[in-house]
């Protein structure tokens, strides 16, 4: 089974409203990344927060890990049309190592 | 621009045909990947190459073979598909020690086999 659960499934939201999306996960991690893809194509890095740190910052991105609860959200705030596009947690990855990724959540921004 | 470039974007082959999809990145990374995804799924590990030595096989079929011919290129090689292998491909590549930078993938190679 995937590592990572994420919802909801599909948010659809008006431009310069704040988008949050959840991620849980099973297992004891090291890191927990998330990526952003555009109408299918390739997957791009946005943010990786580490075991030890509880919240991280990116330009419109904030990232929250609680390990206790073994989920994480990430916030993006004032929304563009330009984010639409399908957001997946991953986790994983140490050294050569496997990144799995969630289920992904499809977010729309309507201008 | 992707540094992790893909070669073909897109590729309809039948089931009895030999092709191979290709990866290149130039960013001295020393582990690159193979993922499959399907619509609407997410991207699900297939193989991984770590100093050109595959480390890892998620049990993929042996109609898929992959190949790292060097540190900068990373082949998989397809045969004999069945119509649900039709998928995006995609490859990955990574430095350890420089985690925080997370993955960097390619644009994809869209299959399709008739």
């Known amino acids: 089974s995937q590592q990572g659960e994420e919802d909801p499934q599909a948010l659809s939201i008006q431009e310069g409203e704040n988008a949050t999306m959840n991620c849980s996960y099973k297992?004891?991690?090291?890191?927990l990344q998330w990526y952003r893809q555009n109408s299918g194509r390739g997957l791009v890095h946005l943010i990786l927060?580490?075991?030890?740190?509880r919240e991280k910052h990116s330009g419109r991105l904030r990232v929250t890990l609680d390990t206790s609860k073994k989920s994480s959200s990430l916030l993006i705030t004032a929304s563009r049309a330009a984010d639409t596009a399908s957001y997946f947690c991953?986790?994983?990855?140490?050294?050569?190592?496997?990144?799995?990724f969630g289920q992904g959540t499809i977010l729309t921004v309507h201008p | 621009d992707t540094e992790v470039t893909q070669t073909p974007k897109h590729l309809v082959m039948g089931m009895t045909n030999k092709k191979s999809l290709k990866c290149e990145q130039h960013?001295?990374?020393?582990?690159m990947y193979w993922y499959k995804q399907k619509a609407k799924k997410p991207p699900e590990l297939m193989f991984v190459?770590?100093?050109?030595?595959?480390?890892i096989n998620e049990s993929v079929p042996s109609r898929f073979s992959p190949e790292c011919p060097n540190s900068s290129l990373l082949n998989l090689h397809l045969h004999a598909l069945q119509p649900e292998d039709s998928a995006l491909y995609l490859c990955?590549?990574?430095?350890?020690?420089?985690?925080?930078?997370?993955?960097?993938f390619g644009s994809g190679t869209r299959l399709t086999v008739v």
């Open positions: 990955a590549s990574s430095e350890p020690g420089r985690t925080h930078y997370g993955y960097t």
């Open positions: 297992t004891s991690i090291n890191n």
């Open positions: 927060i580490r075991s030890n740190e």
């Open positions: 991953a986790t994983g990855g140490t050294s050569y190592g496997k990144l799995t």
């Open positions: 960013m001295g990374h020393r582990a």
């Open positions: 190459y770590s100093y050109e030595k595959l480390s």
